[in-house]
């Protein structure tokens, strides 16, 4: 019995990961985000007769699946624009997510039935928090302005611990009973996201300290996965926000990467890049297989009636989060020049709107809903907790596939798409170029005069290379005159990809003829390959 039980798991997980494939390559194929994809195809396919029934288990979500995607994000996410958006990502982390929850509890009282302010409060704490995955890869597929996607991103990160901050305490006035005063509120409150953020970089500078002194590929990787766990897990034990203080680490860690080998850095790409993908592709996928689980708890309620309170309750939603963006990019802009002195580029009244209408929701509201108790502490059942579900499900479904689909045509229709690179990055990228080839060229001058010409011929050719790759970058400056750098390096990445399919085309052809061991092959195709990786970047 328990073979075949192994065995229907097995089949499962193997069908989902080919689904996960094949939704990903039909995303591509139709330009659309991904996450949007995986969620209509993993709608579709549940409706398929004798399709086995999969829920979405909480833990798994928020112990296994959460930890490794916020720790990438956060790893990956800009310092110095989460900084300069602070105002602007506390207004909307952590103010929007209270203007849901309250806003929520306001309407749904009165328009939903079974709804009082308790249980109102726990609906707006369930769906506030947007989706971190969802909001990034759709903004970045659709060209957004690189500003709008740093803001999304970083609201999305820290709503994630807002959120699930908010539910608790909502949680916890149905389920004890107790409303705690102003001043218990707010202290818990404080040391649930202090607590969090301290353990967090706790942990984050202890990792640092170990990881600078392992120089093994194999090793680092494996510290790397383990750390969000880690992080999220301590401060869980704790009782503060594990979400918060693995958006810590992240961010510690990510400001500190240079402490990892060459290799390391190398193969440790390819592993995040892929271990996100499938973990992501798999959350979308479910999220869509979870309707007629959803509807089979549904008793007592005609179908009608649920996709009227599912589109009023959307509604609801997308309308509390533009009502709120537009003051709130007035106050955040006032701040910053009145109160912290700086020079503010106040975002457009178009961007602003595309801010407010990329409010999308995503698996860990639905994990959230999920993981409501069914049982309250005097052993009655939790009060609607069934439409509460559904009620997730349906603003997932409307913020992320209906306005995630709506993104395109919207942004085109504001005139908001942004070029391949902005000037501000290409001006960027040369100042960058151009200092670090200038600082090699001085310390290899330096080098020369110490050893004196004893390697000449090797100094020749270094010097030769790294002159010649200042002119490349001088001739992209406006006005030089000369063919664009880009466009240079572009035909030499050709060309020079071309030869290396020569070389590996020889070093196999020498394996093939018993000349060279197949450890020799590898050794060589991994250096090929760390060329392609270099031009690659380059570009």
């Known amino acids: 019995?328990?073979?075949?039980?192994?065995?229907?798991?097995?089949?499962?997980l193997l069908g989902l990961m080919l689904l996960v494939a094949a939704l990903a390559v039909l995303a591509k194929r139709l330009q659309i985000a991904y996450p949007i994809i995986m969620v209509i195809g993993g709608l579709l396919v549940s409706l398929l007769p004798r399709m086995p029934r999969i829920r979405l288990d909480p833990d798994v979500v928020f112990l296994i699946i959460l930890p490794p995607l916020l720790f990438s994000a956060a790893y990956q996410i800009s310092w110095r624009e989460f900084r300069r958006n602070l105002v602007s990502i506390l207004l909307l982390a952590f103010g929007l997510v209270g203007f849901t929850v309250y806003g929520v509890a306001a309407t749904t009282r009165w328009l939903l039935p079974g709804f009082d302010w308790h249980m109102g409060l726990v609906l707006g704490a369930v769906i506030a928090a947007t989706d971190a995955i969802a909001a990034t890869a759709t903004a970045k597929r659709l060209g957004l302005p690189r500003r709008i996607t740093e803001l999304l991103e970083a609201e999305s990160l820290v709503n994630d611990g807002s959120g699930l901050v908010a539910l608790r305490f909502t949680l916890a006035l149905i389920v004890t009973g107790v409303t705690p005063s102003f001043a218990v509120g707010v202290w818990t409150l404080f040391y649930l996201v202090a607590m969090g953020v301290l353990i967090g970089l706790v942990i984050?500078?202890?990792?640092?300290?170990?990881?600078?002194?392992?120089?093994?590929?194999p090793i680092e990787i494996t510290i790397s996965l383990i750390t969000p766990y880690v992080a999220y897990l301590a401060a869980e034990a704790a009782n503060c926000s594990g979400v918060l203080a693995t958006l810590a680490c992240g961010i510690y860690l990510g400001r500190r990467s240079g402490f990892f080998s060459v290799h390391a850095r190398i193969e440790g790409f390819a592993v995040w890049k892929t271990l996100d993908f499938v973990l992501n592709g798999v959350v979308f996928l479910m999220l869509g297989l979870q309707l007629p689980w959803?509807?089979?708890?549904?008793?007592?309620?005609t179908l009608s009636e649920l996709i009227g309170y599912g589109a009023l309750f959307s509604l609801i939603v997308i309308g509390l989060r533009m009502l709120w963006v537009f003051p709130g990019a007035w106050l955040s802009a006032w701040f910053r020049r009145r109160v912290l002195k700086q020079e503010v580029v106040e975002f457009s009244s178009r961007s602003v709107f595309i801010v407010g209408w990329a409010g999308m929701r995503g698996v860990l509201a639905l994990a959230a809903a999920f993981s409501l108790p069914i049982y309250l502490h005097d052993g009655s059942p939790f009060p609607q907790r069934n439409i509460i579900i559904f009620l997730t499900f349906c603003v997932i479904f409307s913020t992320l596939v209906l306005q995630g689909l709506s993104m395109p045509a919207l942004i085109r229709a504001l005139g908001l798409t942004e070029a391949a690179k902005t000037t501000a990055a290409s001006d960027e990228e040369q100042l960058a170029r151009l200092a670090m080839v200038t600082s090699a060229l001085n310390r290899l001058q330096q080098l020369r005069m110490q050893e004196g010409d004893e390697q000449a011929g090797l100094y020749d050719r270094l010097q030769s290379e790294y002159q010649r790759r200042l002119i490349e970058i001088r001739d992209a400056e406006p006005g030089s005159g000369h063919q664009p750098a880009a466009q240079q390096r572009d035909e030499a990445r050709h060309l020079a990809q071309e030869l290396r399919n020569v070389e590996r085309s020889v070093a196999v052809k020498l394996r093939n003829e018993n000349k060279i061991h197949d450890e020799l092959l590898r050794t060589l195709q991994y250096e090929l390959d760390l060329l392609d990786m270099s031009y690659a970047d380059e570009g």
């Not at 019995?1 to 499962?12: D, F, P, R, S, Y």
């Not at 640092?208 to 392992?214: A, K, N, P, T, V």
């Open 204 to 217: 984050g500078v202890l990792v640092y300290r170990i990881q600078s002194r392992i120089n093994d590929s």
């Open 1 to 12: 019995m328990a073979g075949n039980e192994i065995n229907h798991v097995e089949l499962i």
């Open 294 to 301: 959803i509807l089979t708890e549904m008793r007592g309620v």
